[in-house]
């Protein structure tokens, strides 16, 4: 059954990568994801939502260019898939 919240849950939050380079420096590629906020070197927003059922949440931020769902599936502690937009789903691993 899924809550909705205004925060992202603590196992969703953390700094993110599509690849372990882009950990060492912000970019596109990075994501920091915090409780009321998900941010890259090219978009970043405030959460105005959260849909939570299990290991999947659905984030609904407000952008400078509208609004955007952030869409986030727990494959384990340190990894996950996510989408957004028209973008096609893709893993990110947690930095250390």
């Known amino acids: 059954m899924a809550t909705t919240t205004h ?9 993110w990568a ?3 380079a882009a950990c060492l420096v ?6 920091e994801i915090a409780a009321g906020r998900i941010d890259t ?3 970043g927003g ?3 939502e959260v849909q939570v059922a299990g290991t999947d949440a659905i984030a609904r931020l ?5 609004e955007v769902q ?6 384990d502690a340190n990894t996950m898939q996510a989408s957004y937009g028209d973008r096609a789903p893709f893993i990110l691993r947690m930095c250390r």
Do not use: C, H, K, W
């Not at 925060?7 to 700094?15: A, K, Q, W, Y």
């Not at 912000?26 to 994501?31: C, D, Q, V």
């Not at 952030?70 to 494959?75: E, N, R």
């Open 26 to 31: 912000p970019n596109s590629r990075r994501y």
């Open 62 to 66: 407000s952008l400078e260019q509208g």
């Open 46 to 48: 405030a959460v105005d």
């Open 70 to 75: 952030f869409t986030m599936t727990l494959l």
């Open 7 to 15: 925060i992202i849950p603590r196992e969703f939050r953390g700094r």
């Open 18 to 20: 599509e690849e372990p």
């Open 41 to 43: 070197a090219s978009f």
